[in-house]
């Protein structure tokens, strides 16, 4: 999971954002456990997902993947939806995180092995492997181009 801090825009105009709970944090960025997402117009289909206080931040770029993702249909295990308190699966946000490479960001990815999980009633969330990783990718290409095809090929 790259963070490209100087990608990132500073100043964010729009209203208040989405608060997220993320008891565990995420992977890697164990020690924040609130998050902001950020919906910016001009930005959409991408959302940001803000970790942290003010002054102490971290910004990482995400997606809710249905209608972006073709086919993807992440099995969470039943203990996973318990702690989490989803009733039905209209209750649940998918985020994937996206990576960005700073050359080409036609190459951008999505990791669909490990989404963060949110229950959109109390917006507990949670960032797991799902059951059915091995249908999926960590780097997912978002733009099908001929040099991701060939990367692809050559795996």
Partial sequence: MKVL?????????SPPANELIL?????????YKRAELLYL???LPFLW????EPGESIRFIVIEPGGIVPGYEPEVSDEDIAQL??????EAMILNIVTLKRQNPVEAT????GPIVVNRRTRVGRQLVISNYSRYSAHYALVENSQTLQV????
């Fill in 5 to 13: 801090p100087e990608l990132y825009p500073t100043d964010f105009d």
């Fill in 23 to 31: 008891p565990h944090g995420i992977i890697g960025f164990g020690q």
């Fill in 41 to 43: 117009p001009d930005h």
């Fill in 49 to 52: 997902m803000k970790l942290g």
């Fill in 85 to 90: 308190g989803i009733r039905d699966q209209s």
């Fill in 110 to 113: 999505a990791n669909l092995i």
């Fill in 152 to 155: 692809a090929r050559s795996a």
